[in-house]
């Protein structure tokens, strides 16, 4: 078989952001409210107006957007919030970081919200975390009319879906306030990073502030003055601002972020295509409404004992191919039952179930498609060594 591509290392940094860089160490202006023309505030627009929304604060990471806009929500403390069990450790630390309290929601095998359990628990919550996981969007449709319907904020958590649409809506835009990631496993990779973008005014005034716009320097935020002259000093400084260079990192990613989305859509559907073929792998459907924008995949084994399941991680291993399965892994942070830190954990035998069967493989945008076939023929190669001699 072809040699396996190499599915953890990154795309070069575009030469234009390189060439930034050089100027700004060159000027040593590296703050984002003193540096001329701030490629901070340049991004902000940028990223604004490629998402279409009216607003967006750059931040110090996802989880940082995250924690900002439920402190710009003002929620009493040990107000509850919603939040999907099948999520990266950050999202409910992000809540108890803000002084409320996480509320788990299943997920069901095709990775998004269950939405029988979401109508269960919403009533008793004050806000929403809608986190794409993977990329994989939950039915907004759904969620929203439900949330509309109680008056209740849907914040997004679209660090790893930039770029996904639904019904046409880009991904971030359709709840109240959507944050993303500029962390190097993102499509838009700073190694570290975040944005939060919304269409509140007041809102993100009181997040600019305190992400760290101390004294007069929200006016270099082009957002209604009049919001920020009612926070001036009312609220704390959390100082999560973003620096001048990461921005500079980012900013000419913007112009090939299409091509990204295309290219990763279409090795994922490749070796989706090919996975399927396995009658012991299910890779669950898109909703309807819903236009991807994976570097990874992710597929269900089906029929399979835990054994198995083991077996088959460890045989893709040994052939030189990661392949995860996010339950079946030891302290896996998207695995609900290793949030220690929540206290009483509850139990969730649908996202458990989930979880134990779902496997997770990178497929970053970058790669030809010769180069996913042979990703997919090690996967299959995998499972017939270890269902043959099963079976034998
Ligand atoms: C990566 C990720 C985060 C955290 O992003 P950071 O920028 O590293 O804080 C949160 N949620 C999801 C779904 C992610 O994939």
Redesign the pocket.
């Known amino acids: 078989m072809p040699k396996l591509p190499n599915l953890t290392a990154a795309e070069p940094i575009p030469a234009a952001a390189q060439a930034e860089v050089e100027r700004i160490l060159q000027s040593g202006d590296l703050f984002r409210y003193t540096s001329e023309g701030s490629p901070v505030a340049l991004l902000e627009a940028e990223f604004a107006q490629a998402l279409g929304s009216k607003f967006a604060l750059a931040v110090s990471?996802?989880?940082?957007?995250?924690f900002l806009s439920l402190k710009a929500l003002e929620l009493p403390r040990d107000a509850k919030v919603l939040i999907p069990a099948f999520?990266?450790a950050?999202?409910p630390s992000s809540v108890v970081h803000a002084e409320l309290v996480p509320v788990l929601c299943e997920c069901g095998p095709d990775y998004r919200i269950d939405l029988e359990d979401f109508h269960a628990k919403l009533p008793s919550c004050s806000a929403v975390i809608i986190?794409?996981?993977?990329g994989h969007t939950s039915d907004m449709d759904a969620i929203m009319a439900a949330c509309d319907a109680q008056g209740i904020p849907v914040i997004e958590?679209a660090?790893?879906?930039l770029g996904t649409t639904w019904a046409g809506r880009n991904i971030g835009t359709i709840g109240k306030i959507g944050?993303f990631?500029?962390?190097s496993?993102?499509l838009l990779n700073a190694g570290?990073?975040?944005i939060l973008i919304t269409d509140d005014a007041d809102l993100v005034a009181r997040a600019v502030i305190m992400s760290g716009a101390y004294e007069y320097n929200w006016k270099k935020h082009p957002v209604l003055q009049e919001s920020f002259t009612k926070w001036q000093n009312e609220l704390p400084l959390y100082n999560l601002r973003l620096n001048t260079l990461s921005a500079a990192l980012i900013r000419p990613q913007l112009d090939v972020l299409a091509r990204r989305v295309r290219d990763g859509r279409r090795n994922h559907d490749h070796v989706a295509q090919l996975l399927q073929q396995s009658p012991w792998i299910d890779v669950p459907k898109s909703l309807a409404p819903e236009e991807r924008a994976p570097d990874s995949i992710q597929f269900n084994l089906v029929g399979m004992s835990d054994a198995q399941v083991d077996a088959f991680v460890s045989q893709a291993a040994a052939l030189g191919l990661k392949a995860e399965v996010f339950g079946r892994t030891q302290d896996n942070a998207r695995a609900f039952w290793n949030w220690k830190f929540l206290g009483d954990l509850p139990e969730l035998p649908l996202t458990r179930a989930m979880l134990s069967r779902a496997c997770d493989v990178r497929l970053p945008a970058r790669l030809e498609v010769e180069e996913c076939t042979t990703v997919a023929q090690t996967l299959l190669a995998a499972m017939d060594t270890i269902m043959a001699a099963d079976a034998a």
């Not at 990471?61 to 995250?66: D, E, F």
């Not at 986190?131 to 993977?134: D, E, L, N």
């Open positions: 990471s996802c989880s940082a957007a995250l999520t990266f950050a999202v986190s794409h996981m993977r958590d660090a790893h879906s944050c990631s500029f962390q496993y993102k570290e990073g975040g």
